[in-house]
């Protein structure tokens, strides 16, 4: 089982982030690496990495949106 944002989904060995944020947005509200910070087991990782991330089983994934001001 692997969570995102608190859902939780059935691991499949080889399964990326890319194909849970694909079955996620299916019928959730959207998540997109522009514009939000991405957070794996408690660890935030760049948007580089989160493109090319290989999910393991028990991961706990969470998208946080990201507003700037000033």
Do not use: C, Q, W
């Not at 692997?2 to 691991?11: H, P, Q, R, T």
């Not at 080889?14 to 694909?22: A, I, Q």
């Not at 660890?43 to 994934?61: C, F, M, P, S, Y």
């Amino acid at each position: 089982m692997v969570i995102l944002n608190g859902i939780e989904f059935v691991y499949r060995p080889g399964l990326s982030l890319k194909e849970l944020m694909d079955e996620y947005n299916a019928e959730h509200p959207k998540v997109a690496l522009d514009g939000h910070a991405v957070m794996v087991n408690g660890a935030v990782i760049t948007a580089l990495e989160a493109r090319g991330k290989t999910l393991l089983d028990n991961d706990n994934i969470r998208f946080i949106e990201v507003l700037e001001g000033g």
